[in-house]
Protein backbone atom coordinates (compact mmCIF):
# COMPACT_ATOMS: atom_id res chain seq x y z
CA UNK A 1 0.00 0.00 0.00
CA UNK A 2 1.48 3.64 -1.11
CA UNK A 3 0.08 6.83 0.49
CA UNK A 4 0.21 9.68 -1.89
CA UNK A 5 2.24 12.86 -0.14
CA UNK A 6 2.24 16.39 -1.25
CA UNK A 7 5.65 17.47 0.03
CA UNK A 8 9.09 15.05 0.80
CA UNK A 9 8.79 16.65 4.77
CA UNK A 10 5.49 14.50 5.31
CA UNK A 11 7.19 11.49 3.76
CA UNK A 12 9.56 11.97 6.89
CA UNK A 13 7.20 12.51 9.47
CA UNK A 14 5.36 8.97 7.94
CA UNK A 15 8.80 7.05 8.29
CA UNK A 16 9.22 8.76 11.72
CA UNK A 17 5.61 7.73 12.65
CA UNK A 18 5.40 4.44 11.64
CA UNK A 19 8.92 3.68 13.40
CA UNK A 20 7.56 5.28 16.91
CA UNK A 21 4.35 3.34 16.19
CA UNK A 22 5.94 -0.24 15.88
CA UNK A 23 6.94 -0.36 12.32
CA UNK A 24 10.14 -1.29 10.99
CA UNK A 25 12.28 0.16 8.33
CA UNK A 26 12.80 -1.01 5.15
CA UNK A 27 13.53 1.54 3.09
CA UNK A 28 15.09 5.17 4.83
CA UNK A 29 13.16 8.48 3.66
CA UNK A 30 14.73 9.68 0.16
CA UNK A 31 15.24 10.00 -3.38
CA UNK A 32 13.92 6.94 -5.66
CA UNK A 33 16.29 7.44 -8.88
CA UNK A 34 15.49 4.26 -10.04
CA UNK A 35 11.53 4.28 -9.74
CA UNK A 36 12.07 8.33 -11.66
CA UNK A 37 13.53 11.73 -11.47
CA UNK A 38 10.78 12.92 -9.27
CA UNK A 39 10.18 10.00 -6.64
CA UNK A 40 10.86 10.58 -3.34
CA UNK A 41 9.96 7.69 -0.75
CA UNK A 42 9.62 5.64 2.84
CA UNK A 43 9.20 2.40 3.63
CA UNK A 44 8.15 0.57 6.68
CA UNK A 45 6.70 -2.45 7.57
CA UNK A 46 3.44 -2.12 10.23
CA UNK A 47 3.36 -4.27 12.87
CA UNK A 48 1.53 -6.96 10.92
CA UNK A 49 4.31 -7.63 8.72
CA UNK A 50 2.83 -4.98 5.65
CA UNK A 51 4.93 -3.01 3.86
CA UNK A 52 3.23 0.52 3.15
CA UNK A 53 4.84 3.12 1.46
CA UNK A 54 4.46 7.08 1.14
CA UNK A 55 5.51 8.74 -1.76
CA UNK A 56 6.27 12.11 -3.40
CA UNK A 57 6.16 11.87 -7.38
CA UNK A 58 5.81 15.16 -8.93
CA UNK A 59 8.18 17.55 -10.13
CA UNK A 60 8.84 20.62 -7.55
Known amino acids: MAFS ?3 P ?5 FH ?3 LL ?3 CC ?8 DY ?3 Y ?3 FAFDPDGYR ?7 AP
Do not use: K, L, M, T
Request: charged share 20%; glycine share 14%.
Open 26 to 33: AGQPGPRP
Open 40 to 42: YAA
Open 16 to 18: AAA
Open 52 to 58: IEAVVNR
Open 21 to 23: HGG
Open 5 to 7: ASE
Open 9 to 13: EHVDR
Open 36 to 38: GNN
